[in-house]
């Protein structure tokens, strides 16, 4: 009678806790007796387990599709562009239009944080990414057929702004679906990080390809607006990703338990249980108040009432301000891990390090302004910087691969990619010295020099791809279950906001240099531009150890894309 009852091990996840306890309370005469509800168990996980797996597998393939498809949507029209902007708009004259043009769509784009909160904390029908997804895509379709009629300067604007800001809410869903997919896991955080890379390095490709033979045989403007037609293709992709509902209960928990270093540490308006109670007392009190009121109404009659007045007013006010400090500090709750020394340390140095201009929309419209190419002819050299790009992230994702397999810490793989990346994304942009050495130095526009032009093409823009990779890598890495895609977003919000300023850098380089085809212009002056461009990425590094920066926001938990499909599952 009082022999002692072992006790079970705690119920895997993917079983529910309630169910768990039932089974505890219902079924142990059963499993004392026999091993059959065991057996059909480790069954049922064994089948669950794999029902997971193949819902993962496809959710990764459709959402690789989506940013396949999408990056063809957005390389397409890229040469078009190109023409529309130097030779239909005549901006040719006046490079820095140019780059004022493009740092206003890097403006528009800097603000991918805002759109990621609509699908971290709004969710459509019960999801969260997908309707984000296919709205965004397809409202980018509509963008271009606006963009293909543009004749003016202030249309240019308009179209251009639109489609950045639909684009990134399309983009912002996709990121933060794939930060889910490698929640917990950094190593398969980075491999699938540079795995979407390659994905839309192969699309940017294919759509580069494809717009050889379309800008030969029609206009720049019929290739804008037919970029439409992937973006469509995106956004019927979107719909076959198996996401799960929203989980409500999960989010609660998190809001309620901030996560990181914010997991102690009470925002400055209080607990929000503690205000919602001082507001049932404050009403309490008033409605007491009134009672008392009511009965002696007939002794107390025209008696000054101004101190009760003055009392309640009082109260009231306290009343609204607790509300607004309860309903602040529900709304701030989900956002305590993205305010951690941590991430301002790794914002910090992102910044910094994308804040160096480039030569790049310079040196393209020195070459478009000097050079007798036909269009597809630049669609050519752009399929080439893809091709540099698809390299680039090839060798990026296997030298990361072969750091972690004889480096155990993961930050020095990341702080050393950091430093590899600056030092060649700048050496490979002097390669854009061997066109401006080819160019014979007349006004007049000659023959384009083909082999100096490609291999710059090919080493330059591989060299700003592996560049680019260590950003990604890091904002994945550190950004909080829960909100992933605004945590995302936000280290891109910050290196778009660095490269804004560094393309105003770049303009107001340019101008000073006298760069430009216009009558008081020349382009004297672009291999010095070059130089500087180039000596200015090595500034940075002197940062670098603000990326080996620690704090309790790496032991931060939640709920990733395949918890919360067994969620849905168990309900």
């Known amino acids: 009678a009082g022999a002692a009852v072992p006790s079970r091990p705690p119920p895997p996840r993917w079983i529910p806790a309630e169910l768990a306890g039932a089974t505890a ?17 480790g069954s049922s996980v064994g089948s669950t387990r794999a029902e997971k797996a193949d819902t993962e597998k496809r959710t990764r393939e459709w959402l690789y599709a989506v940013f396949f498809l999408l990056s ?16 239909d708009l ?30 971290d904390l709004c969710p459509i029908f019960g999801r969260r990414r997908v309707p984000y997804m296919a709205s965004g895509a397809f409202a980018y379709a509509v963008a271009m057929q606006f963009y293909a009629r543009v004749h003016s300067i202030n249309n240019l604007y308009v ?26 896991d950094e190593k398969k955080a980075m491999q699938m990080q540079a795995a979407g890379m390659l994905v839309r390095s192969a699309g940017s490709f294919t759509a580069t390809a494809l717009s050889i033979p379309l800008l030969k045989l029609t206009d720049a403007r019929t290739v804008i607006s037919l970029a439409g037609v992937f973006a469509l293709a995106a956004a019927a992709a979107a719909c076959f990703i198996p996401e799960p509902r929203d989980n409500k209960r999960t989010r609660e928990r998190t809001e309620r338990k901030p996560l990181g270093a914010f997991a102690d540490a009470p925002l400055p308006f209080g607990d929000a249980e503690d205000d919602e109670e001082d507001l049932g007392r404050l009403l309490e009190g008033d409605r007491e108040e009134e009672r008392v009121g009511a009965d002696g109404e007939a002794t107390t009659r025209g008696r000054p009432r101004h101190r009760e007045t003055n009392g309640r007013e009082g109260r009231t006010f306290l009343l609204g301000m607790s509300a607004i400090a309860a309903a602040t500090k529900r709304a701030l709750a989900p956002f305590a891990p993205c305010f951690t020394p941590r991430v301002a340390t790794c914002a910090l140095f992102l910044f910094a390090y994308r804040l160096p201009p480039t030569s790049l929309v310079t040196f393209t419209t020195f070459a478009y302004a000097q050079f007798t190419l036909p269009a597809w002819g630049y669609s050519v050299m752009l399929l080439l910087s893809m091709l540099g790009g698809i390299l680039a992230t090839a060798l990026y994702r296997s030298a990361a691969g072969a750091e972690r397999a004889t480096v155990r810490t993961f930050s020095f ?26 160019w014979d130095g007349s006004r007049t526009p000659s023959a384009a020099p083909l082999v100096p032009l490609a291999i710059s093409n090919v080493v330059a823009s591989g060299g700003l791809m592996f560049g680019y990779m260590p950003i990604v890598a890091l904002a994945a890495k550190i950004a909080p279950p829960g909100v992933e895609a605004f945590g995302f ?12 300023a560094g393309s105003a850098l ?3 380089l340019t101008e ?27 500034a940075p590094l002197v940062l670098l150890p603000f990326v080996d920066a620690r704090d309790g926001a790496e032991d931060a938990t939640g709920s990733s894309y395949r918890e919360e499909t067994e969620e849905e599952e168990e309900r």
């Open 25 to 41: 309370t219902s079924s142990g005469a059963v499993d004392a007796a026999s091993g059959r509800d065991g057996r059909s168990r």
């Open 72 to 87: 063809m949507a957005q390389a397409l029209p890229l040469t078009a562009i190109q023409v529309l902007l130097n030779r």
């Open 90 to 119: 005549g901006l040719a004259e006046r490079p820095e239009q140019v780059n004022k043009y493009f740092a206003v769509e890097f403006s528009a784009s800097a603000l991918k944080p805002a759109y990621a909160l609509l699908s």
């Open 159 to 184: 179209a251009g702004v639109a489609s950045v800001v639909v684009f990134a809410i399309c983009e912002t869903g996709a990121d933060g679906a794939l930060v889910q997919l490698g929640a917990r």
């Open 413 to 438: 793989t990341l702080k050393s990619s950091f430093a590899a990346g600056a030092a060649v994304n700048s050496l490979c942009g002097l390669a854009r010295l061997l066109v401006v050495d080819a």
């Open 489 to 500: 977003a936000s280290m891109l919000f910050v290196s778009d906001l660095a490269t804004t």
């Open 506 to 508: 770049a303009a107001s």
């Open 512 to 538: 000073a240099l006298g760069l430009g085809s216009g009558a008081d212009r020349s382009w004297s002056n672009l291999s010095a531009f070059i130089w500087m461009c180039a000596l200015f990425k090595f």
